[in-house]
C-alpha cells in the first residue's frame, strides 16, 4: 500500500472509529464455514464452492468460503443447530425438515405438489418463493436467514427387494424418509412403512436390513452409492423438494450491511448457477447409476400414488390452503 493510501486510511478508519462504525476495507479476515451433506462436486457443494471464489474475488480476500463437504460437521440436523449457534455460517439444507418449523415450508414438501420442474422453478423464482424465504428470515426462534434456493429434482423410491410399479408392490416395505412426520405419513399412505431418520444414519440402516430402502433424487441416490444397498430405483416422483441455503442468523448480525448486501447477491446468482449444475448433474447421476447396476423403472400409473396420498393432503393442507391455491395457478 503506498503510504498516501494508508494515511487516508488510518484517517478514514479513526474517523468512523469516532462514528462507531469501521469503514470495511478495515475489517478483519472472516472464513464463513459452509456445509453439505453432499461430497465435493454435488451441485449444491459445487455452487457453493464458486460463491466462495466469488466472494473472496470481490473482497480482495477479505470475506471467503471454507467448505465442508460430506457431512463432515454433521449430519442435516447438526448442520441446522451449528448455523443457529453461529458455529458455522452456511448450511445447504432439505426445505423437508424445516416444515415442522416454519409452517409455510411445509407446502413445497406436500406429495406431488408440483407439476413439474419448470412449476417448481416458477413458483421459488417469483413472489410465493420469496415470500416463504421470508418467513424462514423473520421466524422468531429459527435463527436463520434464508439465503437463496436450489433445484434438487424429484424424489423416487428406491429398495433391495423389487422393482416399484404399483402401490401394493410398496406393502411391507420399509423405507427410509426424512425427519418430518408429513413424510412418514406419505409412505404410510402409499402402502409402505415410513421410517424417519437422518440421512447420516442411511447407509448403516441399509446395510443392516433396518430399513429395505429409502426414496431420493438420482444424484443423491449415485453419489451416496445408495444403489450399492438398494438396486431397484422406480420413478415413483411422489416428491419434488427445493433447497436452501440459510446464513446463520448469530453471524449476520455482526456483518457489516454492505457484506451482507454481497453475501444476498452472491446466493442469488448461486440459485441460478446451481440449476445448471443440476440439470447436468442429474443426466450424469443417471448414466452412473445405471453402469453400477441399478435397475430403473418408470411408473405407469401415478394417478394411484397421487389419490393414495389424500389423506395427507386433509391432514397437513388446511390452513396453507391460500398458499397451495396461489402454487396451483402459478404456469
Ligand atoms: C437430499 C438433500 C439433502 C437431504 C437428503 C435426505 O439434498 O439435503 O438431507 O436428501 O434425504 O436430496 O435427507
Known sequence: ????????????????????????????????????????????????????????????????????????????????????????????????????????MNVFNLPFMFRDNAHMEKVIDGPIGAEIMKKLTDHPTANLIGLCWMNAGTRNVYNAKKPISTLADLKGLKIRMMGNPLFVDTMNALGGNGVAMGFDQLINAMQTGVVDGAENNEPSY??????????????????????????????????????????????????????????????????????????????????????AVKPVWDKYAGALKPLIDRIQAVN
Open 222 to 307: 449415485d453419489s451416496g452409492q445408495h444403489y450399492r444397498y438398494a438396486k431397484y430405483y422406480s420413478k415413483t416422483g411422489h416428491l419434488m423438494i427445493p433447497e436452501i441455503l440459510v446464513f446463520s442468523k448469530k453471524t449476520w448480525n455482526e456483518l457489516q450491511p454492505a457484506d451482507r448486501d454481497l453475501i444476498a447477491r452472491m446466493a442469488k446468482e448461486a440459485q441460478q448457477e446451481q440449476r445448471k449444475l443440476w440439470y447436468e448433474g442429474e443426466a450424469e447421476a443417471l448414466k452412473k447409476m445405471l453402469a453400477a447396476g441399478a435397475v430403473v423403472n418408470e411408473v405407469a400409473n401415478k394417478k394411484e400414488f397421487q389419490e
Open 1 to 104: 500500500m503506498k503510504r498516501r493510501e494508508f494515511m487516508a486510511l488510518t484517517a478514514a478508519a479513526a474517523a468512523a472509529t469516532t462514528a462507531g462504525t469501521l469503514p470495511a476495507m478495515a475489517q478483519a479476515k472472516m472464513v464463513l464455514k459452509a456445509t453439505d451433506v453432499h461430497p465435493l462436486g454435488y451441485p449444491t457443494v459445487e455452487a457453493v464452492v464458486r460463491m466462495g471464489k466469488k466472494l473472496e474475488a470481490a473482497t480482495n480476500g477479505r470475506l471467503s468460503i471454507q467448505m465442508f463437504p460430506s457431512m463432515q460437521l454433521g449430519g442435516e440436523k447438526e448442520m441446522i443447530e451449528q448455523a443457529q449457534l453461529g458455529a458455522l455460517q452456511i448450511a445447504r439444507i432439505s426445505v423437508g425438515p424445516m416444515g415442522p418449523l416454519v409452517p409455510e
